[in-house]
């Protein structure tokens, strides 16, 4: 290339400055950059004041009622004791309440196994109001519904002291999303004798909070203090998604501190960058459950008024543009030349010849300044190349390590089938599927002094988190398992190491069972999992009795309880995760519990490969292509 020698005497800058600077640096820069700072900061100020004020007045409205209700339970919670005589009486208690609190559609004093012998091992009179308002009552316990190991009963129980239930789907009575303030009553011994609750109807809540109109375009939600989504634009993800799973993969720390701001109950704002643009994330907590409202506004119309401004400040830009142009034409002109000498070597540059040889200056001026820019250009270009060459390795290295990662944990499950080619007196098939790269459904089994020991699990969540947890529990099951001999026994040291130190709040619902292959005796314990299938040889299929017992790694020093039935010969347990049952297809629709029995019905004269088996491709036709959005385990057991 040939190298053009520019020699200058007078400064440029004297030139420009006469000419370009005094109409374009003092009309347009600092009018322009004044004026837009100073809007938009004022604008902004304005926007996050108003965004506030709608989100408190949400707030107290919120809490009022909140705080309503739990006034209500404790003027109504001390009339308990002094009626405990008369059983009978407690009706009256419950119906006051609903009398006295329109606000409120349902109210129980549930007492303690056994408290009235008269009234047998369930006593818990339930008032509420019916399709029509009217106040209704009944007895709430039964065989089928043992109220002593539901949340809203066990967790205040456990934490003695009244609690704010998590907003839940009542699908079987008022067909809409619900609340229940649980408040523990205690004898003059100390000891708890029965809970007195109140439920609230949360539908006033997602008008309340969808009628917030901070600004035009802006939308709202709402999550628990679990992070699950009370309000959403989206229904799909009201109780079925959290901040955290709608959010998988996504590193921003914006997020992560509007995330950790959220369940721990503090107020803030942070902007987003979203596939559409950036957004306004203003949030605030209702102090009394912990529940945190969140404002979502695009970032450009909280500064609409900036744009308007900047338009008009363009347009005397322009006009100075203009009478620059005019003023300084033939002295622009005699500068040019150096300048098209660069835009030569830059046209090189974007080509791909970074090694370009720049013209030279000898002159020590902005010339000067500008050959040592475009020399700095030409490195840094050679060193980003360079390290985007390395951060593609990288990145191929990760996806490798994914790899790895899936084989690894893969390999910590059982896969030879049939797992005892040996014996004649079982015969067992499982399989897992992980949803994504890695997954956190678990099984394992192994026989010890003619005795099969297996488990069947799912940790709540996905990937990577999910995947840790799953291989911890599979270890710890080996491992306790080795000298523990009863499945409840088990269950509770492995629920006592996963709750130690879970800062995540991750659990994992399991069940865990011993077959005595010589009598056929079934020891098991059902940790909140699936209750598993017995398939019959006349081909029967029924639900196993389970123990409504909490998942495992939410309270250390849980009593799980253990069970026992018989499994006769030719009779199998199918077990599965909520990945078979759950799995849906493009139109939402689940697989549904019905199908799933179905199935085993057809198949129960099969062999356990042959049920494992046809269920993932019953799965798979259902589905039809939808992605899958949960990991699929299923194990099937037969006593021979």
């Known amino acids: 290339m040939k190298i053009n020698k520019i020699t200058h005497k007078n400064s440029i800058s004297g030139r420009l400055t006469l000419r370009v600077l005094i109409v374009s640096a003092v009309i347009f820069t600092l009018t322009f950059t004044a004026f837009v700072r100073m809007a938009a900061n004022k604008v902004r100020q304005e926007a996050t004041k108003h965004a506030h004020s709608e989100l408190s007045n949400t707030v107290h409205q919120i809490d009022a009622v909140l705080k309503a209700v739990e006034t209500a339970v404790e003027n109504t919670a001390w009339l308990v004791p002094y009626r405990l005589s008369s059983p009978d009486f407690m009706y009256a208690i419950t119906e006051r309440l609903l009398q006295n609190n329109s606000f409120i559609c349902g109210s129980a004093v549930a007492f303690e196994p056994d408290y009235y012998a008269s009234e047998g091992h369930y006593f818990s009179p339930y008032s509420y109001r019916d399709e029509n308002g009217k106040i209704c009552s009944k007895q709430l316990g039964s065989d089928t519904y043992d109220y002593h190991y539901m949340d809203w009963y066990q967790i205040p129980k456990l934490l003695n002291e009244s609690y704010w239930s998590e907003p839940y789907y009542d699908d079987g009575g008022g067909e809409m999303m619900m609340t229940t303030y649980s408040k523990p009553l205690y004898d003059e011994f100390g000891n708890l ?295 409840e026994e088990i269950i509770t040291s492995l629920n006592n190491s996963l709750a130690d130190g879970n800062d995540s709040n991750m659990f994992c619902t399991a069940f865990l069972g011993i077959l005595d292959l010589k009598t056929g005796s079934l020891l098991y314990c059902n940790a909140g999992h699936n209750a598993p299938y017995v398939i019959e040889k006349d081909g029967k299929v029924s639900a196993m009795s389970v123990t409504p017992n909490l998942p495992l790694g939410l309270f250390s020093g849980f009593p799980y309880e253990g069970q026992e039935t018989r499994i006769e010969k030719d009779m199998m347990i199918y077990m599965f995760t909520d990945g078979v049952n759950e799995a849906e297809n493009n139109e939402k629709e689940q697989y549904s519990d019905e199908r799933l029995i179905s199935l085993l019905k057809k198949h129960s004269a099969d062999t356990p490969k042959v049920i494992v088996d046809e269920t993932f491709e019953q799965v798979e036709q259902h589905a039809d292509g939808a992605d899958q959005s949960d990991d699929i385990t299923v194990m099937c057991i037969k006593y021979c």
């Open 193 to 487: 004798y029965a809970v007195i609750t109140a439920d609230l109807s949360l539908e006033w809540l997602t008008e309340l909070v969808g009628n917030i109109h901070a600004f035009d375009n802006s939308f709202n939600l709402m999550v628990s203090r679990n992070a699950s989504y009370i309000v959403h634009p989206n229904h799909d993800l009201i109780l079925n998604e959290t901040i955290y799973s709608s959010t998988y993969g996504d590193e921003d720390e914006s997020l992560k501190k509007m995330q950790y701001d959220m369940v721990h109950c503090k107020a803030g704002e942070v902007l987003r960058d979203m596939p559409d643009g950036k957004y306004f994330v203003f949030y605030s907590p209702v102090e009394t459950t912990c529940w945190s409202v969140a404002v979502v506004c695009p970032r450009s119309e909280l500064y609409l008024g900036v744009k308007i401004l900047r338009g008009m400040l363009i347009i005397i830009g322009v006009i100075a543009l203009l009478l620059m142009i005019f003023l300084s034409y033939y002295g622009i002109r005699k500068i040019v030349a150096p300048v098209e000498d660069f835009s030569g070597v830059a046209k090189q540059i974007a080509h791909g010849d970074f090694n370009a040889e720049l013209p030279q200056i000898q002159s020590e001026d902005e010339l000067k300044e500008l050959h040592d820019s475009f020399e700095y250009l030409q490195k840094s270009l050679v060193k980003y190349i360079d390290e985007l060459k390395s951060t593609t390795a990288n990145k191929e290295r990760i996806e490798s390590e994914l790899r790895i990662a899936r084989s690894i944990q893969m390999g910590m499950i059982p896969k030879s089938f049939p797992a005892f080619p040996d014996r004649d007196d079982v015969s067992l098939v499982a399989k897992l599927v992980p949803a994504k790269e890695v997954g956190g459904d678990l099984y394992d089994f192994f026989i010890e002094k003619d005795k099969l020991y297996f488990i069947i699990g799912d940790v709540s969540g996905k990937g990577i988190p999910a995947s840790l947890v799953m291989a911890v529990t599979c270890r710890l099951f080996r491992s306790v398992a080795s000298y523990l001999d009863k499945p």
